[in-house]
């Protein structure tokens, strides 16, 4: 079970535009159908495109933003996110659960915050945990390897399905000479 996020920004997107063009042509039918002047004019509409030509440039720009906006909707709706969770080891009877990357972050920074360590900043990549800690003090020898050794013991604690590998990289706010 990989859950992926839902491509609701393009969906919105292109709902809304949607509704728009339904709006403004439900509006202008009104008002053309009760004798007002319509907010767009389906004659004007008519006679400019009428006027145009297949080798003139507004069809070609046109068509093209319309293709180009088409093959990114598709490529949005084709192309799989970052899954939202990650498995866990299978249990003794053979069943299998996940978490969510959300919880595994959260859990990993509470853990990265060993002795002299300020703040922690934690990415999860696919193979990768990716921590950037912060400390106050001077000398940063042995830092890294606390939190890395940290780190580990949190992933063991958490049974994850695949390994990943640790990489830890230590800021300091002051700096020896």
Known sequence: MIRRPRRSIPAVLTALVMLGACVVAAVSAVQWAVG??????????????????????????????????????????LIPGKPLTIALSADDFGEHAVVSRTSVRSALK????????????????????????????????????????????????????TQLGVTVKVKAARRTK
């Not at 907010?39 to 319309?66: I, K, M, N, T, Y």
């Not at 990768?128 to 013991?153: E, F, K």
């Open 36 to 77: 007002e002047p319509a907010l767009v004019s389906f004659a004007a509409l008519a006679e400019s495109a009428h006027d145009l030509q297949w080798r003139d440039v507004a069809p070609a720009v046109a068509g093209a933003v319309a293709a180009l906006i088409g093959v990114l909707l598709v490529f949005a709706a």
């Open 110 to 161: 509470s853990a990265a915050k060993v002795d002299g360590v300020s703040n922690a900043a934690i990415t999860l990549r696919r193979k990768r945990i990716h921590a950037v800690v912060r400390t106050n003090r001077t000398s940063i020898d042995g830092v890294a390897d606390a939190v890395r050794s940290a780190l580990q013991q949190c992933l063991t604690q958490i049974g994850l399905a």
